[in-house]
């Protein structure tokens, strides 16, 4: 599988500021308290397995809570390279994808930008170890509003996968949702 990180904490060359990540919007619904709402999502509603990693990512052993997520069912030309998701040739006609944004589960693991450079790192490491063509995750470390007097560090994950059907790209977008949740979850691999 296709994997990296970047850092978004800054304005672009025109000035505009980078996204924050709001975990105090009017919509949340918070799964850490019930995990399984996540299933109740309008998001998960067309990608079950979206609905399956939030359970995992938000469960009480995990590292990390998600406080947003959406699922795109198609996407465009220009929207992904094919490239970047180590797609063989005729494998790229379909292509769908998702974001959740993740915050740390504990005050302070994230609390400089080098922590949460390490993280990213090693899910890095862990993602790019999984079997999997014609996919890819990108972790955005941005500002992230925790509440209305404190802003941390957090992430959105980025997924994306193409396939020569829908289906196709459907079951790769799966596997990568599943392989993401694994490598997150990692109790090995916790600091």
């Not at 800054?10 to 000035?15: C, I, K, L, N, T």
């Not at 505009?16 to 999502?41: F, K, M, S």
């Not at 929207?79 to 970047?84: A, L, N, Q, R, S």
């Amino acid at each position: 599988m296709e994997a990296d990180w970047e850092f978004e904490l800054g304005a672009d060359a025109e000035g505009n500021a980078a996204p924050v990540i709001d975990a105090c919007w009017p919509g949340l619904v918070d799964l850490r308290r019930a995990p399984e709402l996540a299933r109740q999502l309008p998001e998960a509603a067309g990608l079950p397995a979206l609905a399956e990693a939030l359970m995992r990512l938000n469960g009480a052993d995990s590292p990390v809570w998600s406080c947003k997520c959406d699922y795109w069912p198609r996407l465009v030309d220009g929207d992904f390279d094919p490239d970047e998701l180590d797609a063989p040739a005729g494998c790229s006609a379909y292509a769908l994808g998702c974001y959740i944004d993740l915050l740390s589960a504990t005050d302070g693991q994230w609390a400089t930008p080098e922590r949460i450079e390490e993280a990213c790192r090693r899910w890095r490491a862990l993602l790019r170890a999984v079997p999997l063509r014609c996919c890819r995750v990108d972790l955005v470390v941005r500002r992230a509003l925790v509440s209305a007097e404190r802003m941390e560090l957090g992430i959105t994950a980025y997924l994306t996968a193409c396939g020569a059907s829908l289906v196709e790209a459907t079951h790769t977008l799966e596997a990568a949702l599943a392989a993401f949740a694994d490598a997150l979850c990692d109790h090995s691999m916790v600091e």
